[in-house]
């Protein structure tokens, strides 16, 4: 199962709308086959376990990271492949929220008399497709928020000026979170303050989806991060939309968080990095639909400037949002910490 996951990782960021799934066959400590799904459209990991083990997968056992399929998509049901194989034990680190899975592929292979047995590898599986997860039972991606911030909080200057607060290491970070991630959604004032491109730059990888919050669709048809997806509200100028349409942007009204994932959900979109600014961050914050945070934290001080959430906050320390899964790691000079929103 941790070669299986290992597999699984190879593909991260690449598989949207599909999850990311490393499968291994096995006789005993033999393996005889193995794969991973690496984009969507392309052969599922336990297709091509199969395919590396030809008959050698007749009374093997498969370790899968996550339930093998049992409908048409745009492949063939996983599940049937396994059985018409003789594989004799499949391992499934845990059950595929989709609701046309949901346990029947597991059923299908008890039913046809394979051994089945779920959960080991679970927690690693959970977290490794938590993008994905996230989106099937939630019915929008999963939203990472990443600020950089000087040791006194402020993530810009009392002016706005935000180059840079945090070192190359930490900007290398960010540029692999965007590689991984199927979206990158910023507010109009970033776009007017710092004109950023949005792109993968300082490491080999692909762009994501760019997306401004533009509500009076105020982006520049100048404007670096185009051409990219604005979001707009229904009462946005037309003659500043045909602008942008223009200038190669697609525009499309979705006001507000919940209405800007829905939007990015119908695009096939699991993960989104956030990454401001500070009213487009609060605006997700108070709707609780932030699940995660990337900071990182820079040795300096500014002794005033720009928070990172510009919302009220609660008037107790008790009411403060605690966060699980904590890791703090250095990047050059800075600390780069992560976790999960409580």
Known sequence: MARALELAARAAGR????????????HADEVVGEGYHARAGEPHAEALALQGAGA?????????????????????????????AGVARVVAAMEDPDPRVSGRGLQRLRAAGVMVE?????????????WYTTSRRLGRPRVLYKWAATLDG??????????????????????RLRDQLDAVLVGVGTVLADDPALTVRLLPGRNPLRVVADRQARTPPAAAVLPALVLVGVDAPAER??????????????????AILAALHRRGCLGVL??????????????????????????RILGGGLPPLQAAGPARMAQAVDLR???VRRLGGDLWVTGIVR
């Not at 993530?155 to 290398?172: C, F, I, K, L, P």
Request: charged letters at 20%; proline letters at 7%.
């Open 241 to 258: 939309v045909a602008a942008l349409r223009t200038a190669g942007a697609d525009v499309e009204v979705a006001d507000g968080p919940a």
């Open 154 to 175: 402020a993530v810009a200057t009392r002016t706005g000026d935000a180059r840079w607060v945090s070192g190359e290491e930490a900007r290398h970070e960010v540029h």
């Open 56 to 84: 050698r997968a007749r009374g093997a056992t498969l370790y899968v990271t996550l339930e093998p399929c049992s409908h048409f998509g745009r492949t063939p049901p996983c599940a049937d492949a396994l059985i018409a």
């Open 274 to 299: 956030l990454e401001g600014g500070p009213h487009l961050a609060a605006a997700f914050w108070d709707a609780g639909l932030v699940d995660e945070v990337a900071v990182a934290l820079a040795p």
């Open 325 to 327: 899964d904590v890791d």
């Open 118 to 130: 779920v959960g080991p590898g679970r927690a690693a599986a959970e977290r490794l497709n938590r």
């Open 15 to 26: 598989t949207a709308p599909n999850p990311m799934v490393g499968a291994v066959l096995a």
